[in-house]
């Protein structure tokens, strides 16, 4: 089929307004709309027009949507559903997932215009299994809370209509930074794939953008496919989780699409100067788990919570500590090949001392804090989740031209 | 639910590490004025330095010149430190067992990096206050970590006497309110003098 004159219209109508756009981005868009997602094709004209409108802050005229405006009683825009409040709503299923208890018959992710939200149907409610992809008027639903994710109850005293309808939904993705717990969608790239830390993982790893970084999960599902590390993906209602205060954005029933482009990530590449104010217990020498893909740092008695005792452990350098500038102290992580560039000390000469030394790896823990604490460095890594992970890091010298500035500012203005 | 990211902070309550302040001990031995932030037990708190920043925690660089334990069953150990401005006293009692076992190490004279909190002590009503460093940690260094830290230390004050005399914030405002006969121009004669005393 051929989009070139949909596209050709689009394009005319916002260069009338001023703003020039990409005819052949525009004319991707309406074929994957089209060919991909099944979307009639003057459906998939007006929402690539209502997306522009919206990157250009233009009104669009009529937004009442479905036009079902007089029916409404106390009906709800999904967006606006509050946790406690009893809603009414209509939207389209666009996910659904295994319920986790008997006791659920059905669980997945609604969506309409104004947002996403996950639900949970109950067993005892009765309601009418739901299909992905139909349309549904829920009526009565409760909005409560679980783990600080806003989920749409269906109990016994809600209504569930399929309705027809077949407006197109297209979700404006989110900036990495500004995800929070609940259903999002992001434009986001992928920076690293990480080993599998658990069997029933098929992939994890960390999707950027222009804002920051995000991990991402994939668990083991027929059907399910890795992603690609480097491409650029469009990713749809995918719940956002929270664990130990770090966000993870989980894609088992997110809508994938892979895109062209590249996007430069901004994730974090820090450059810091200070002085290492503190150096960790866990830093020095440690031992690691030998198992393929786990890694491990193991306890003294080559515990590894995984795989419990493994005594041909590796050993391995690394320094955890505190970086301090004087108004913002850093969390820091500094890898092997840093450690025995900064401290002088190889992987061979700390296991000699581990192994022939008395205090053992105490002995490499005290003579490495002696050679860096107190230390100016400069460090360059990647922050992840608060913390930097240093890929480089140099001893700061002391610069005369440095001292001269600072002794005219001192002296000139006084 | 709402998509809006204004409507919910993306992580609450992150703990936030307080930083070390570099000052030079002719500016630390002017502090009067120390506060609590927040009512918790657990809450940082600060010594007010007559710049007008608060301070938990401090980062000095200087010469270990002497050190003495005291005391018979709550040993602690005492030192003086000394940087091109004058004298920090700093002390490591039981409650910091590491600390005190570094610096029972350390034989003066030697360059060490103190890491530490500063407080303000009064042994009686009639006596002049002091203000201490109770150590976290101490470090022999190289006289090329203590120039750094002149400059870090010089740097950091003149900023503070530029913001000081920009007189907005409200730990500005305090300072003024709390040491009303001191003028930070010494502050900042005081670093030139220190980056002075540095041989090129």
Known sequence: MDYSEAAERISRKFSKSGQAVDIQKIE???????????????EAERSVTNELNKEFNIPTAGSGGGGKTGSGNEQKKIAEGVPGDWVTIEGKVVALSAPASPSIAQSGIIADESGAIRFVAWAKSNAPAMAEGSWYRIESAVVDEFKGIPNLKIHSGTTV?????????????????????????????????????????????????????????????????????????????????????????????????QEEGDIAI???????????????????????????????????QNYCPIHEIQPKFVYDLRIKGWLDDGEKTHSILLQRDVVESLTGISLAQAQDIAENNPLGMDEVFLQMRDKVLGRYILCHGREIDGRLLVNKCDRVKFETGEHAALLNRAGGAS | MSTNPKDMPRREGAFEREPARRVFASELRECRYQFKDGEDEKSPTFVLLPTGERSNRIFIVGTLTEKTRQGEQNMFYRGRVVDPTGTFFVMAGSYQP???????????????????????????????????????????????????????????????????????????????????????????????????????
């Open chain 1, 28 to 42: 991707g868009k309406l074929k994957r709309l089209v060919d991909e997602f099944g979307v009639q094709p003057q």
């Open chain 1, 161 to 257: 209509k399929e309705i027809t309808e077949d407006r197109s939904l297209i979700p404006n993705p989110v900036p990495i930074k500004d995800l929070h717990p609940g259903i999002a969608g992001v434009r986001a790239k992928v920076i690293q794939e990480w080993d599998a830390s658990h069997e029933r993982m098929l992939q994890s790893g960390l999707l950027g953008d222009e804002t920051g970084t995000i991990k991402f999960v994939i668990w083991k599902e027929p059907g399910k496919e890795k992603l690609v590390v480097g491409a650029v993906y469009t990713i749809f209602y995918a719940p956002v989780d929270e664990f130990n205060g770090r966000l993870s954005l989980n894609l088992n029933t997110a809508t994938v699409m």
């Open chain 1, 266 to 300: 901004s994730g974090g590449e820090a450059e810091v100067r200070g002085s290492i104010v503190h150096v960790a217990p866990g830093s020095g020498i440690i031992k690691r788990c030998p198992v393929e893909g786990c890694n491990r740092a193991l306890s003294r």
């Open chain 2, 98 to 200: 590491e600390a005190m076992q570094q610096l029972a190490k350390i034989e003066p004279p030697q360059f060490v990096a103190v890491i530490g909190k500063a407080s303000i002590y009064q042994k009686d009503p009639a006596s002049a206050p002091l203000v201490s460093i109770r150590i976290e940690s101490i470090n022999v260094v190289d006289k090329d970590t203590r120039d750094l830290w002149v400059l870090d230390a010089a740097k950091q004050t003149l900023d503070r006497v530029d913001a000081f005399n920009a007189g907005t914030t409200p730990d500005v405002i305090k300072a003024k309110e709390q040491y009303p006969n001191i003028d930070p121009a010494v502050f900042r004669k005081a670093a030139y003098e220190a980056l002075a005393q540095i041989k090129m």
